[in-house]
């Protein structure tokens, strides 16, 4: 059974904070990544995407990839309020589908 | 604009009843996907096609059914054959491939009354 792991949360961390989000897979030959922010009732959008090991930053995100501890993650820096969401990881399920994991709800709290 | 476009928003379903949830997309996508989320969980894949006039079945695909006649479309029927079909239902689109994430619609959340 391929599996996506997240803690469900919530992760609470005041304004201006660093919120770090954490997400493990099972699969070995998953070769993308991507983290997605879903706001309470409505759909999820794209924010991330990662493939290689390493870091890849976007603005205030920064996405981290570890294919050999299988494992990435997402930075929030200078978190704000509006951060406030459930973030979703989803990870390729060769040849042509996603996983997604069950969310990490975050709180920034003014 | 493009996009996904998903409809009713929200949507009531008696006991026995076949309903059908619309999702077209003008993004020129070739892949589009059913997804199925309920409170506290993750999104589960219902069905998914990556070309017109064929579709596979994901890993929740009993008591629902649906058709890719046109690349824009891709309606999900949802029959009295799926005995819990309470939840907000999430369609998608990609170009083809690993590296390409998804665009979502709005959703449309059904209700058994």
């Known amino acids: 059974q391929k599996e996506v792991e997240q803690n469900s949360g919530p992760l609470s961390v005041p304004e201006g904070a660093i919120a770090s989000l954490n997400c493990t897979y099972s699969?070995?030959?998953?070769?993308?990544f991507f983290w997605y922010r879903q706001y309470s009732g409505k759909s999820p959008e794209l924010i991330m995407s990662?493939?290689?090991?390493g870091d890849k930053e976007d603005g205030r995100f920064t996405a981290q990839l570890n294919k050999a501890s299988q494992y990435v993650s997402l930075l929030i820096r200078d978190s704000q309020p509006s951060d406030s969401a459930t973030y979703l990881c989803?990870?390729?399920?060769?040849?042509?589908?996603?996983?997604f994991g069950s969310g990490t709800r975050l709180s920034v709290k003014p | 604009d493009g996009g996904i476009t998903q409809s009713p928003k929200y949507l009531f379903r008696k006991e026995g009843q076949n309903v059908t949830l619309s999702c077209e997309q003008n993004?020129?996508?070739?892949?589009m996907y059913w997804y199925r989320q309920d409170p506290g969980q993750g999104l589960r894949l219902i069905y998914y096609?990556?070309?017109?006039?064929?579709?596979q079945k994901g890993d929740i695909a009993e008591g629902y059914s649906v058709s890719r006649e046109k690349k824009e479309s891709f309606p999900l029927t949802v029959t009295s054959a799926q005995k819990n079909p309470t939840a907000f239902y999430l369609c998608?689109?990609?170009?083809?491939?690993?590296?390409?994430?998804?665009?979502f619609g709005s959703g449309t959340r059904l209700t058994v009354v």
């Open positions: 096609s990556q070309i017109v006039n064929d579709f």
């Open positions: 989803a990870v390729n399920i060769p040849p042509s589908t996603f996983i």
């Open positions: 998608a689109s990609s170009r083809t491939g690993t590296f390409y994430g998804y665009t």
């Open positions: 990662i493939y290689s090991n």
């Open positions: 993004l020129n996508h070739d892949a």
């Open positions: 699969d070995r030959g998953s070769q993308s």
